[in-house]
């Protein structure tokens, strides 16, 4: 089993930045892909940015130039790099591993962190 623990929501103003973390821990041997996905209050959950085991990356296209992803396998964490933050990245975020480079259900969640940005 493996867990998944994220830290580093808050509040900021719009054009602000903020930095997520998500440390796994347990059976994390075999974990490759890592990423994030967000909920805002009444839409679908969706795809922020995933980075596999060799640091490939794919972001959705609404973020793109503006969040990155990063990892750091000897720490087994997974980080996004938040910068020109909008109102509309207001969103519980949620880290998410497997045991696939490329999965399309995620095996393991963490519980979320909320990102509130006010104008």
């Known amino acids: 089993q493996v867990h998944l623990a994220e830290s580093g929501g808050g509040l900021v103003q719009a054009g602000g930045s903020l930095r997520l973390s998500c440390a796994a821990s347990?059976?994390?041997?075999?974990?490759?892909?890592m990423g994030w996905y967000r909920q805002a209050p009444g839409k679908q959950r969706e795809l922020v940015a995933v980075i596999t085991r060799v640091h490939t990356t794919r972001y959705a296209d609404s973020v793109k130039g503006r969040f990155t992803i990063s990892r750091d396998n000897a720490k087994n964490t997974v980080y996004l790099q938040m910068n020109s933050l909008k109102p509309e990245d207001t969103a519980v975020y949620y880290c998410?591993?497997?045991?696939?480079?490329?999965?399309?259900?995620?095996?393991?969640w963490g519980q979320g962190t909320q990102v509130t940005v006010f104008s």
């Open positions: 998410a591993a497997d045991n696939t480079e490329y999965p399309t259900y995620y095996d393991y």
């Open positions: 347990g059976s994390i041997s075999s974990l490759n892909a």
